[in-house]
Nanobody
Framework: QVQLVESGGGLVQAGGSLRLSCAAS???????MGWFRQAPGKEREFVAG????????TYADSVKGRFTISRDNAKNTVSLQMNSLKPEDTAVYYC????????????????WGQGTQVTVSS
């Protein structure tokens, strides 16, 4: 069983930065990991994904060049560095994991965290 706990959300002004972290417990070293977000009244959407080794990443077009996903398998953590934040980045951000090489962009992840709120003010 894999458990995921996000941290690092908060309130930031437009143009600012935040770093989200996801601590994984259990058998997650061979898992592909991803970050998703869901804004009020909208569907959950893909943000970034990383393969099991950390060597391959993929991003949604809306965050490419601003966000960076990384992982530290020795510490069982996945991070999302978010720079040049915009009000439209406001959402609850979720960490997710699934068995397989990855990375994956779809919502078919087996394990999800509880989410962390990110609010970007204009």
């Amino acid at each position: 069983q894999v458990q995921l706990v996000e941290s690092g959300g908060g309130l930031v002004q437009a143009g600012g930065s935040l770093r989200l972290s996801c601590a994984a417990s259990g058998r997650s070293l061979t898992y592909a990991m991803g970050w998703f977000r869901q804004a009020p009244g909208k569907e959950r959407e893909f943000v970034a994904g990383i393969n099991w080794s950390g060597g391959t990443t993929t991003y949604a077009d809306s965050v490419k060049g601003r966000f960076t996903i990384s992982r530290d398998n020795a510490k069982n953590t996945v991070s999302l560095q978010m720079n040049s934040l915009k009000p439209e980045d406001t959402a609850v951000y979720y960490c997710a994991g699934r068995p397989g090489l990855g990375p994956y962009r779809d919502l078919s992840y087996a394990h999800w965290g509880q989410g962390t709120q990110v609010t970007v003010s204009s």
